[in-house]
């Protein structure tokens, strides 16, 4: 099974909205509503930021939200600070015998 | 605090053993179902393998079938990944999560601990 197609990398000045697509198939993301996003700051454990499509965990700030679309979700940071700087990875349930599939990975840069 | 720690990666030839640990806290160990995941030098993570609360039930990504080996023992609440026959394209960091819910999704992860396969 193929990873979710993210796109390398997406970049934003302080205080501006970016968007992060990840794309795959009717067997994982247009499929069910499981897909995840995560944070990856250098050196440091992933954190998961939104959950089921857009549920945010206690404590993640509410300038992150998720939605889908077909087979395609996105990440929206609005607000964009200089901390959101990291990668940011999706991941979604999948019906194929793995059951997890993560995207490619995008790096966020805070110009 | 959930926390999940994990040890035991290095440099090891082509062939050689490694045995990976994951020690867990602050979260109801037995509880819970784990995964580890791995990911390659550039690339996105990839799931490697899954067990059971009760360490009943395991799964494994093909390309490490018959070669890994995930068990757990809950009294110690730690998490293993035995890897025999390493080659080199398993060189990544590897990461234990702490799977949430019924469709595999994570919500805690470690730092990662990373394994090199080289001559």
């Known amino acids: 099974q193929s990873a979710l197609t993210q796109p390398a990398s997406v970049s934003g000045s302080p205080g501006q909205s970016i968007t992060i697509p990840c794309t795959g198939t009717s067997s994982d993301i247009g499929g069910y509503n499981f897909v995840s996003w995560f944070q990856v700051h250098p050196g440091k454990a992933p954190k998961l930021m939104i959950y089921d499509v857009f549920t945010r965990p206690s404590g993640v700030s509410n300038r992150f939200s998720g939605s889908k679309s077909g087979n395609t979700a996105s990440l929206t940071i609005s607000e964009l600070q200089a901390e959101d700087e990291a990668d940011y990875y999706c991941g979604s349930y999948t019906s194929f015998s793995t059951g997890y599939v993560f995207g490619t990975g995008t790096e966020v840069t805070v110009l | 605090e959930v926390q999940l720690v994990e040890s035991g990666g290095g440099l090891v030839q082509p062939g050689g053993s490694l045995r990976l640990s994951c020690a867990a806290s602050?979260?109801?160990?037995?509880?819970?179902?784990m995964h580890w995941v791995r990911q390659a030098p550039g690339k996105g993570p990839v799931w490697v393998s899954r067990i059971s609360s009760d360490g009943t039930k395991t799964s494994q990504a093909d390309s490490v079938t018959g070669r890994f080996t995930i068990s757990r023992d809950n009294a110690k609440n730690t998490l293993y990944l035995q890897m025999n026959s390493l080659r080199a394209e398993d060189t990544a960091m590897y990461y234990c999560?702490?799977?949430?819910?019924?469709?595999?999704?994570?919500?805690?992860w470690g730092q990662g601990t990373l394994v090199a396969v080289s001559s």
């Open positions: 999560g702490r799977i949430r819910d019924d469709y595999n999704g994570v919500d805690y």
């Open positions: 602050g979260f109801a160990f037995r509880a819970y179902w």
